[in-house]
T-cell receptor, first 109, second 116 residues
Framework: GQNIDQPTEMTATEGAIVQINCTYQ??????LFWYQQHAGEAPTFLSY????GLEEKGRFSSFLSRSKGYSYLLLKELQMKDSASYLC??????????FGTGTRLQVFP | GAVVSQHPSWVICKSGTSVKIECRSL??????MFWYRQFPKQSLMLMAT?????????EQGVEKDKFLINHASLTLSTLTVTSAHPEDSSFYIC????????????FGPGTRLTVL
């Protein structure tokens, strides 16, 4: 079966750095996605990892360890607008996506 | 990226009525589209895969007779919630298949359904 876990909620201060973890157990592995979702809106794509290591994209970076079934999303220089839910997801059966439980991040001034 | 629209963006209906939600791909054609449901403070759950020209495939535990899916063309998929009940109140989101550089899915803006 497929199982993806994330912390439910996190809080951080504006300007700080926060790391959101995601652990997964899947039959087969075809990469891992991170999406951002603001309340009441659609998820938007942030990053994709298929090989081990760190992928950096501006203030956001994503890390993957396939042997450990582990990924994290690193957000630097936090801004108020980063308050949102962050969802990790893994594809299966070609195009389907299974989402993690999601992490609600609240950034305080 | 690929653009997906949904209509309506929100709907309120009485218990026992049916509600149709449309999902359109605006700048690409899709032989498959995906329907998700999201309850408050929860993650997205895949309900079904809509297939153009054939029956939808439903995930385990999703009632196919209650959630009717029709993929009428390469740019339109509809989800009809039949005989809606308050427990069907949720955020329904559709997406097209992977279109981006990383084969990422692009999501519609979602439809908030409230059943009274």
């Amino acid at each position: 079966g497929q199982n993806i876990d994330q912390p439910t909620e996190m809080t951080a201060t504006e300007g700080a750095i926060v790391q959101i973890n995601c652990t997964y157990q899947t039959s087969g592995f075809n990469g891992l996605f991170w999406y951002q979702q603001h309340a009441g809106e659609a998820p938007t794509f942030l990053s994709y990892n298929v090989l081990d290591g760190l992928e950096e994209k501006g203030r956001f970076s994503s890390f993957l360890s396939r042997s450990k079934g582990y990924s994290y999303l690193l957000l630097k220089e936090l801004q108020m607008k980063d308050s949102a839910s962050y969802l990790c997801a893994v594809p299966y059966n070609t195009d389907k996506l299974i989402f993690g439980t999601g992490t609600r991040l609240q950034v305080f001034p | 990226g690929a653009v997906v629209s949904q209509h309506p963006s929100w709907v309120i209906c009485k218990s026992g009525t049916s509600v149709k939600i449309e999902c359109r791909s605006l700048d690409f054609q899709a032989t498959t589209m995906f329907w998700y449901r999201q309850f408050p403070k929860q993650s997205l759950m895949l309900m079904a895969t809509s297939n153009e020209g054939s029956k939808a495939t439903y995930e385990q535990g999703v009632e196919k007779d209650k959630f009717l899916i029709n993929h009428a063309s390469l740019t339109l998929s509809t989800l009809t919630v039949t005989s809606a009940h308050p427990e069907d109140s949720s955020f329904y989101i559709c997406s097209g298949p992977g279109q981006g550089a990383y084969n990422e899915q692009f999501f519609g803006p979602g439809t908030r359904l409230t059943v009274l």
